[in-house]
């Protein structure tokens, strides 16, 4: 079977993304932005930017020395902030808690944030609100508390049931932790639990990511997500990065396969790349993400979409504060997104779930031409990548593992189509590298089966 390496949807995103950013003063900016109202329900993350270890895979730079009642305390006044302006009073139907480890930040002070978002009077009774924790930083009593509070998702990070990989990893739980924390979590009234798992780990085994998939399931979470090993720089893992410890690019697609068919085969019905549930219990933050609806980030490093401008806070903690604290600049980019752009991004973020893309969609909110990408996802539906379910496109699990090219076709075939409008565009386009496709499925399989003399019989035939 003929397979590519399937990349994590932060690559995709990075890749393909078209930014124009530029940094302008967070006091100036602010107040604009927020300024209009909303035309739609909203999400909010809020970054807790602390743990108590940095796993060795990780990038994020955990801030030492510093004092967690003062970043507490500011993200507070933030919140209470913004939260006069006209845009805050859209409803609100999905809180998330990300990190960094939330649950290593304690149980009281999540509860004091939460409480700083319902103090708005825009989070709607039956809102979404996730948490993100570590097995080994989350106790029966925090996790009742939290419940008592209104967080009503948890998000556990297991990533494997091996141990030993556990260590060599640098993550500080056990299995046998998770099966705590899922158990305390039950006892707690959580009946929305999700499970991160990570495959392509240093000396995974195809049997070691089966033997994680199998006790994740018998754990019964609604939801799991299951991610690709991405070896970032500057991480102590980037050290492995060519080592024969790490998976191939073949065995780390045929792990994405296997966990797409077992999850199925149980009941969670894949609705992203990444991510399966019980139908009914799919992330709403995330969707909200990929539906192209407006987000809220709060805390250093986060991401806001409000209306047609997105901006990021700067990733320093010391930066970010004396943004809260004095009116310093505290964004780190900002864009707005164009008809075109935006067109682009309903291709990219649409594609990366299976509810995918549709012509009429397509032309009544963009006012553009589809014919060129129909006929490119024609042509995937030929290789096996993409299905058509009515007016609909989206990929198969194999179209999943190469993506981020396939959405790079796409995005080429809306190019193309626009500049046929554009004639001036041409020649700029023309100098562009386009994105080769690699063969199909059944393109490598006779391509396999030509070049094997062993299938073929021909050395038999040329030793008569």
Request: proline residues 5%; aromatic residues 10%; hydrophobic residues 35%.
């Amino acid at each position: 079977m003929y397979t590519v390496r399937y990349k994590s949807h932060h690559d995709a995103s990075r890749n393909l993304k078209n930014r124009y950013a530029a940094a302008v003063t967070g006091e100036a900016y602010l107040p604009t932005v927020l300024a209009g109202s909303a035309q739609s329900r909203r999400v909010i993350y809020i970054h807790v930017p602390f743990c108590n270890k940095v796993c060795s895979f990780c990038p994020f730079h955990r801030p030492d020395a510093l004092d967690r009642r003062t970043y507490h305390e500011e993200l507070i006044r933030e919140i209470r902030r913004v939260s006069v302006f006209p845009y805050m009073q859209a409803p609100v139907e999905a809180v998330n808690f990300g990190g960094g480890t939330p649950s290593f930040y304690g149980a009281a002070r999540l509860i004091e944030l939460l409480d700083a978002v319902k103090a708005t009077g825009r989070l709607l009774k039956r809102a979404e609100v996730t948490v993100e924790v570590n097995p080994d930083s989350v106790r029966l009593h925090d996790l009742r508390a939290l419940h008592k509070a209104g967080f009503n998702r948890l998000s556990i990070g297991m990533q494997s049931a091996n141990n030993d990989i556990l260590k060599m990893i640098g993550r500080r739980h056990s299995f046998r932790q998770v099966e705590m924390a899922v158990q305390n979590a039950r006892t707690a009234g959580f009946d929305n639990i999700s499970l991160d798992l990570i495959y392509g780990l240093p000396s995974q085994t195809r049997s070691d990511w089966a033997d994680t998939l199998a006790k994740a399931i018998a754990l019964r979470p609604e939801h799991i997500s299951g991610y690709g090993l991405k070896l970032e720089e500057g991480t102590p893992m980037y050290a492995l990065k060519d080592s024969p410890l790490i998976p191939s690019d073949d065995e780390q697609a045929d792990m994405y396969l296997c966990m797409v068919e077992e999850l199925r085969r149980y009941g969670y019905e894949q609705y992203e790349i990444s991510n399966f549930s019980i139908p009914g219990y799919e992330s709403r933050h995330n969707l909200k993400y990929w539906q192209l609806d407006d987000y809220m980030g709060f805390g250093p490093g986060a991401h806001s979409c409000i209306g047609r401008t997105r901006y990021s806070y700067v990733r320093d903690l010391d930066h970010y504060l004396a943004g809260v604290l004095h009116g310093e600049d505290m964004i780190d980019e900002y864009e707005t997104i164009g008809d075109f752009e935006r067109a682009a991004e309903y291709l990219m973020l649409g594609m990366r779930t299976v509810h995918g893309v549709s012509r009429a969609e397509y032309e009544r909110l963009y006012r553009s031409d589809f014919s060129g990408i129909a006929q490119q996802l024609e042509e995937f539906i030929r290789r096996g990548w993409a299905v058509a379910d009515g007016e609909r496109w989206h990929f198969t699990p194999s179209g999943f593992l190469i993506s981020n090219v396939l959405i790079g076709k796409l995005l080429e075939a809306q190019t193309d189509r626009k500049a046929e409008h554009n004639p001036w565009m041409k020649p700029q386009i023309e100098r562009q590298p386009r994105t080769k496709l690699p063969p199909g499925e059944a393109e490598a399989f006779r391509d396999t089966y030509l070049n094997n003399p062993i299938l073929t019989g021909k050395d038999r035939d040329s030793s008569k």
